[in-house]
């Protein structure tokens, strides 16, 4: 048998569906969401094309395809902290709202 076989199989976008839809698993950039085809090379020549199944995300800056599930989420918005604080009316220190007395100088709540 004849195993030697130059070729292989790439991944190429065929359109953009949704740009910067994450960020690259690899580098951290941004990274489109794409339809893809799969493309058998022999020989460096593209001799069979078809239609990838699920969009994939793709990395122009490192040219990496990965699954949409793997993209970093986008940083989380931050939250405004301290939401429920009291503050004791004697010190202005924060207080954890169920106590009745300040620990910090015991006047009462
Ligand atoms: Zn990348
Ligand atoms: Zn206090």
């Known amino acids: 048998m004849f195993?030697?076989?130059?070729?292989?199989?790439?991944?190429?976008?065929?359109?953009?569906?949704?740009?910067?839809?994450?960020?690259?698993?690899?580098?951290?950039?941004r990274a489109?969401?794409?339809d893809y085809d799969k493309v058998l090379k022999v020989f460096f020549v593209p001799v069979w094309r078809w239609p990838g199944k699920a969009p994939l995300m793709h990395c122009g800056n490192c040219n990496?395809?990965?699954?949409p599930s793997a993209s970093l989420p986008p940083p989380p918005p931050r939250m405004k902290a301290e939401p429920h604080v009291l503050r004791c009316g004697s010190c202005?220190?924060?207080?954890d709202p169920e106590?009745?007395?300040?620990?910090?100088?015991?006047?009462a709540l």
Do not use: H, I, M, T
């Open 92 to 95: 202005d220190r924060a207080v």
């Open 99 to 107: 106590f009745s007395f300040c620990p910090f100088c015991g006047a």
């Open 3 to 29: 195993f030697f076989f130059v070729g292989g199989l790439e991944q190429q976008a065929r359109r953009v569906l949704k740009s910067g839809a994450g960020r690259c698993v690899a580098c951290g950039s």
């Open 32 to 34: 489109d969401l794409v």
């Open 64 to 67: 990496l395809f990965f699954p």
